[in-house]
Each structure stands twice: as C-alpha cells, then as structure tokens.
C-alpha cells in the first residue's frame, strides 16, 4: 500500500510539473521546496527546472497594449526577471516560457569567481524579502557568451555586468564586458551598486563615473563599428544614495548619453525590517 501510495505521489507531481500546473506549484512544489532546502538551493533547483521545462508555461498570448518601445528595442510586455536569478544564463529559454518580457542575466564578471562564502542568501518570510550578500558569483564571460550564442532569440535579453574582486582595473573589466557582449545582448547593465563587492559602489561617485562612462563609451563605438550593432548601455546605482548624490549621477548621465539608470539594486539599510534580521 506505501509503494503504491508513493507511486501515485510521483505520478502525480511528475504530471503536474509536465503540465505545469499553477496550482501544485504554488501550494505544493514551492512550500516543499522552500521547507527542504536553503534559498540558494531552492534558487538553484528553480533554474534547473526552467532549464528542462518543467516549470508552468504561460497560455495566454500578450496583447497588443502591452507592447513597449524603448531604447530601440520592442517588448512583448512590460514585466520582466532581473539579474541574480539567473546569473550564468542557464534557462533563458525556459524562463520566458512564463510570459515574460525581457530577461537580465548576471551579474557576470570577466573570470570566474566563487562570491562569498555560504551561507550568503536568508529568507525572511515576515517581510516578504531575502537577504543575499552573494558577492558576485559568477562561471565568466566565457562561459555566459557561449550560452548564449546558442540561446533561441525569443524575448528581450540584457546582461549584467560586474567586475571581479581582486580586479585591479574596475573600468577594463566593464570594457571587457561591452567588448564580449555587445553582439549577443539586446541591452548591457553597468553594475556599479552592489554592496557585496569591496569599492564598487565608490564608482558612483561623481569623476570616478564620468571616467568610467568615457571608456565605455569608447568601446560602444568600437562595437557598433565591429559588429553594426549599438547595444543600451543601462547603469544601475545604490537605493541608498543621496539625493544630491543621484542628482550628481544624473548630470553625468544626461552629459554621456547613457540610455538609462536606476536605482533598484539592494540596499545595505535593515531599519525597515523585522527586528530578528539583526541576529544575522
């Protein structure tokens, strides 16, 4: 009776993640997975079930009022995945078999990196959010441009771009990353705020940006000449800044042309949380 009890449980979910079902994923797949593993599995587990298709395809067709032109590009609709879900570009395709947009990928740093030690992500269920302090793990340029030359071109795709931590040129590893890039994203992220990384987010300051942009600038140029392609050069600053702070980003950004920034990468702030987030 036990083996034929389990048996149906296999069969079961086998056939509910074949079908993907909304239902079994939201009140069976992902509390399990949420109860038996740390985040970072969970999140590990998540991207290899985009990758072999076994998460729930999206059976409605995007219609024609969420389209959206920007930055050149045209949206099937307006939601999207950021980086740090799928940071090597494991499932794109998988991904936006959900009906999504557009898909960043990343962080990716010019070699690769193991980030920070574990643990580095911790949930916390009362305020609906994760803490990660991930420190840019990443397999490398290498690795991210070969998966993604052999990607199907459906959707949207960015990639996020970091620099290593023992890099001793934070602006050539931003440069490299345009260089790699430019041919196979349809828009690039200069990441510049992520508060995991030593000196990083000192680039967001005002001569220290300016220096960066020029360069950047210089090889957008080199790409489009290379490749006639002129990829949005997208650059994503701290939460935490102040307001003079982001006016001061703001005026180097009208000044260099970038196509746009913002502001939602994570904060290094705890004051809005639950008090037992300071036991971490």
């Not at 999140?43 to 729930?56: D, E, S, V």
């Not at 590009?73 to 078999?97: C, H, T």
């Not at 005002?206 to 392609?229: C, F, G, H, P, W």
């Amino acid at each position: 009776m036990a083996i034929l009890s389990a048996g149906g449980i296999t069969a079961f979910a086998t056939i509910s993640l074949y079908q993907g079902n909304e239902k079994f994923y939201k009140n069976v797949a992902m509390p399990s997975l949420h109860f038996f593993f740390s985040p970072e599995t969970s999140q590990n587990i998540g991207i290899m079930a985009a990758k072999w298709a076994l998460i729930p395809k999206c059976k409605v067709e995007d219609g024609p009022l969420l389209k959206t032109s920007l930055w050149g590009l045209e949206f099937s609709n307006p939601i999207g995945i950021a980086a740090g879900l799928d940071k090597n570009a494991q499932a794109p395709s998988g991904l936006f078999r959900c009906g999504i947009g557009f898909l960043e990928v990343g962080t990716v740093t010019p070699v690769p990196q193991d980030g920070n030690p574990k643990p580095r992500i911790f949930s916390l269920p009362e305020d609906e959010a994760l803490i990660n302090r991930c420190g840019f793990n990443s397999k490398g340029h290498e690795y991210v441009k070969k998966r993604l030359v052999v990607r199907d071109k459906r959707g949207i795709l960015g990639v996020n771009l970091g620099k290593n931590k023992e890099s001793e040129s934070a602006e050539e590893d931003y440069v490299q990353g345009i260089k790699e890039f430019s041919f196979t994203a349809d828009y690039l992220t200069v990441n510049v705020s992520s508060p995991n990384t030593p000196g990083l987010r000192s680039l967001q300051k005002k001569k220290e940006l300016e220096n960066l942009l020029d360069k950047i600038s210089m090889q957008v140029l080199q790409a489009r000449d290379q490749t006639y392609k002129k990829p949005p050069i997208l650059l994503k600053i701290s939460p935490d800044l102040t307001y003079e702070e982001k006016e001061d980003i703001a005026s180097v950004v009208m000044r260099k042309k970038v196509n746009s920034y913002f502001d939602k990468n994570s904060s290094g702030l705890k004051k809005y949380l639950f008090p037992l987030i300071f036991l971490i």
